[in-house]
């Protein structure tokens, strides 16, 4: 998709709050500092739209981004994140899962990973939680120009053995956002899951 208009619709804590022009959804999920808003920015085109940040856990609300009045791109708040309070932190967590369990308008889910790493145990919780709900999930390995291309399918092996990765329900992309690889590829991702 070429994307010349976004804008942040909304910052949402509560379904109240959500869009109600009935866009498809697309969600953005992954531990604090994973490259979600790097992953967005790539998408639409824009060097600082979505709020990139060194200090993790910096979103702690779903932003609403509509794409061309075509399509939301919810970025949610990152998991993870020991800094924040317990107390606010099973407060995001409520808030996301009661978005990701009943919102009709969501098509699917990427979920973020770090392609240097194997997925954390917050990762793994995610993603069979996103199984569980039967919510089409496309893997993300992020920051894949940090290791070197003859090394991705390993990388790409360990994720999956490790997420217990199901081909049936979900679908896979190494990602960069330095030198875009693997974007042409998530959008047509997106695209194939906004009907």
Known sequence: ??????????????????PQDGLPEIALVGRSNVGKSSLTNTLINRKAFARTSSQPGKTQTL???????????????????????????EKWGEMIETYLSQRDALKGVIALV?????????????????????????????????????????????????????????????FSSETKAGKDEVWSWIENHMQ
């Open 1 to 18: 998709m070429e994307v010349h208009n976004v804008d942040l619709t909304i910052s949402a804590v509560r379904p109240a709050q959500y």
């Open 63 to 89: 932003n609403f981004y509509r794409v061309e009045d075509q399509v939301y791109f919810v970025d949610v708040p990152g998991y993870g994140y020991a800094k924040v309070s317990r107390t606010e932190r």
């Open 114 to 174: 770090d392609a240097r790493h194997a997925p954390s145990e917050d990762d793994i919780n995610m993603y069979n939680w996103l199984l569980y709900f039967e919510i089409p999930v496309l893997v993300v390995a992020t920051k894949a120009d940090k290791i070197a291309r003859g090394k991705w399918n390993k990388a790409e092996a360990v994720i999956k053995r490790e997420l217990d990765f199901d081909p049936t329900l979900s679908d896979f992309q190494m």
